[in-house]
């Protein structure tokens, strides 16, 4: 049986592991979205790399703001 992805694998461990996968997905969908309506093809290229940045700018600020645990 082949091992799960990594981000699912890593979903329920914090709420910041949560609220980061939930933020870059929406962020790609919305790039995606953005793409298709206004014809962009360098938005629906780049949209994988723009949710990736934001993801670990939401995952930071989650971290900073105490939704993780603190390390033992």
């Known amino acids: ?3 799960p992805s ?3 694998a890593e ?3 914090t709420p ?3 609220i ?3 933020v870059s997905a929406l962020v790609m969908g919305v790039c ?3 793409a298709k309506a206004l014809s962009a093809a360098w938005l629906r290229e780049w949209g994988l790399g723009i949710a990736i940045l934001v993801g670990l700018a939401v995952a930071y600020f989650a971290h900073t703001a ?3 645990p603190a390390a033992a």
């Open 32 to 34: 995606l979205f953005v």
């Open 16 to 18: 910041v592991h949560i």
């Open 1 to 3: 049986m082949p091992s």
């Open 20 to 22: 980061t996968v939930i």
């Open 11 to 13: 979903l329920g461990k």
């Open 6 to 8: 990594l981000g699912i």
């Open 66 to 68: 105490g939704l993780a």
